[in-house]
């Protein structure tokens, strides 16, 4: 089976830079995907890191390291628009099919300060 | 910007009816995928979609589901005999059709259903 650990919550105030962790334990691992949800929202898509390393869209970073079942996602520069849920997932597939599926973590609710 | 579409946004039905939850995914997009959300919870895989078959299921998706593409806009998710556990925001996501942008999936605003 499938399982991701993530903190269920960080508070940060504008302008800081938060990291919020994510390890998981999974079979046939394609990658791990970051997603951002607002309230009830639709989850929007960040970031995708297939390979070791470090992958940076704007104030926000992804990093993945295989070895150690590990990832992160870093925010930067804080805005209050940032409070919201984000939820690692691993893309995975239990039969090897090419899409495979996203296993969602149960996502950490990120609270920005003013 | 394209985006996925969802109808209805909220389904209100009685245990054991029929519901037809409604997709319009991103045009140029072949590869389909329902997932639920119960509140407050994490946002569960149910199936994906590719070729007019299903390419991968979860132990959720039982076979009180179904699902379908119509015709070249629509995909369906069917549950044929609603439970009160049922209940749950019912999301509908598609990715690109490039190889190696499998990964991006794109969430439509999602349909809350509640099973009475």
């Known amino acids: 089976g499938q399982s991701l650990e993530q903190p269920s919550e960080v508070t940060a105030v504008e302008g800081a830079i938060v990291q919020i962790n994510c390890t998981y334990q999974?079979?046939?691992?394609?990658?791990l995907s970051w997603y951002q949800q607002h309230d009830g929202g639709a989850p929007t898509f960040l970031s995708y890191?297939?390979?070791?390393g470090l992958e940076e869209t704007g104030r926000f970073s992804s990093f993945l390291s295989r070895s150690d079942s590990y990832g992160y996602l870093l925010l930067q520069e804080l805005q209050m628009k940032d409070s919201a849920s984000y939820f690692c997932?691993?893309?995975?597939?239990?039969?090897?099919?090419?899409?495979?599926?996203?296993?969602f973590g149960r996502g950490t609710q990120l609270t920005v300060w003013p | 910007e394209p985006e996925v579409t969802q109808t209805p946004s909220h389904q209100v039905t009685q245990m054991g009816q029929e519901v037809i939850l409604r997709c319009v995914p991103i045009?140029?997009?072949?590869?389909f995928y329902w997932y639920r959300q119960i509140l407050g919870q994490k946002v569960e895989f149910l199936v994906s979609?590719?070729?007019?078959?299903?390419?991968?299921k979860s132990e959720i998706f039982d076979d009180q589901f179904s699902v379908e593409r119509p015709d070249g806009s629509n995909f369906t998710l069917k549950i044929r005999s609603t439970k009160l556990e049922d209940s749950a925001m019912y999301f509908c996501?598609?990715?690109?059709?490039?190889?190696?942008?499998?990964?991006?999936?794109?969430f439509g605003p999602g349909t809350r259903l509640t099973v009475t």
């Open positions: 996501a598609s990715s690109p059709r490039k190889a190696g942008e499998l990964y991006e999936q794109y």
């Open positions: 890191n297939a390979l070791d």
């Open positions: 997932a691993v893309r995975t597939s239990d039969r090897g099919s090419t899409l495979g599926r996203l296993y």
């Open positions: 045009s140029n997009h072949l590869y």
């Open positions: 979609f590719y070729n007019n078959e299903i390419s991968e």
């Open positions: 999974t079979s046939g691992f394609y990658g």
